[in-house]
C-alpha cells in the first residue's frame, strides 16, 4: 500500500530555511496533488500548499512568499523549503496525497519542526 | 472564506452527536467539504469526503451532509463509542486554496 513519510532536519534557528522531503512508498507520484500541511503545537491544521503531478503550484496566500515546492518523480519524494523561519514556524509538518476536489487521503505521519537558535 | 466549527462538543457512549461547519461566504455547495478525524498523537486521517462520501474502512456510525438554508456541513456520529474522541476538521477548498476549520475536540464521556 501506498506510504508518505517526511524527513529532515528538526531544529531549524529563526532566519534559516527549512527543507523537508516526502518519500512516497508504495505507488508512483504521478497524477496527484501533493499538499503540505502544518499544525502548531496544541493548534488546529494550516494548508501550506500544493504541488500537482506537472509540477503547477499552489499556496497559502499568508506563507507564499516564503514557500517553495518541487516534484522529483524519479525519486518519487517532493520538498517543501520555507525561508525566513521564526518561532512561529515551529509545527509538526505533514505531506498528504490529494486530488483535483481537494480530499486529502493519505497522510504521512508527520515531522516535527522546531525553530529555536 | 473561512470555515467555522464549535470549540467542542460532548456526548454519551451510545448516543449520537453532529458537528457542523459553517461557511462564512459563497454557497457550500460549491466546493465539496471532507472531514477528517485526528486521534491525539496521531495523523488526520478522512472520514467523509465529497460532502457525505465514506471512504473504505471507515464505519457507516459517520456521516456528512450539507445544507444550504443554513450554508453548512454536518459530520453525525451515531452509536458513539470512547474511540471515536477525537479532534475532527472539516475541509474545502476554492480555485487557490485548501482551507480547514479550525477543528473541533469531540469528548465521548
Known amino acids: 500500500q501506498v506510504q508518505l513519510q517526511e524527513s529532515g532536519p528538526g531544529l531549524v534557528k529563526p532566519s534559516e530555511t527549512l527543507s523537508l522531503t516526502c518519500t512516497v512508498s508504495?505507488?508512483?507520484?504521478?497524477?496527484?496533488?501533493w499538499n503540505w500541511i502544518r499544525q502548531p503545537p496544541g493548534k488546529g491544521l494550516e494548508w501550506i500548499g500544493y504541488i500537482n503531478y506537472s509540477g503547477s503550484t499552489n499556496f497559502n496566500p499568508s506563507l507564499k512568499s516564503r514557500v517553495t515546492m518541487s516534484l522529483d518523480t524519479s525519486k518519487n519524494q517532493l520538498s517543501l523549503m520555507l525561508s525566513s523561519v521564526t518561532t512561529a514556524d515551529t509545527a509538526v509538518y505533514y505531506c498528504?496525497?490529494?486530488?483535483?476536489?481537494?480530499?486529502?487521503?493519505?497522510w504521512g505521519q508527520g515531522t516535527v519542526v522546531i525553530v529555536s537558535s | 472564506f473561512m470555515l467555522t466549527q464549535p470549540h467542542s462538543v460532548s456526548e454519551s457512549p451510545g448516543k449520537t452527536v453532529t458537528i457542523s461547519c459553517t461557511r462564512s461566504?459563497?454557497?457550500?455547495?460549491?466546493?465539496?467539504v471532507h472531514w477528517y478525524q485526528q486521534r491525539p498523537g496521531s495523523s488526520p486521517t478522512n472520514v467523509i469526503f465529497e460532502d457525505y462520501q465514506r471512504p473504505s474502512g471507515v464505519p457507516d456510525r459517520f456521516s456528512g451532509s450539507i445544507d444550504s438554508s443554513s450554508n453548512s456541513a454536518s459530520l453525525t456520529i451515531s452509536g458513539l463509542k470512547t474511540e471515536d474522541e477525537a479532534d475532527y476538521y472539516c475541509?474545502?477548498?476554492?480555485?487557490?486554496?485548501?482551507?480547514f476549520g479550525r477543528g473541533t475536540k469531540l469528548t465521548v464521556l
Open positions: 498528504a496525497r490529494g486530488n483535483l476536489v481537494g480530499t486529502l487521503d493519505l
Open positions: 475541509q474545502s477548498y476554492d480555485s487557490t486554496s485548501v482551507i
Open positions: 461566504s459563497g454557497n457550500i455547495a460549491s466546493n465539496y
Open positions: 508504495g505507488g508512483f507520484i504521478g497524477s496527484y496533488y
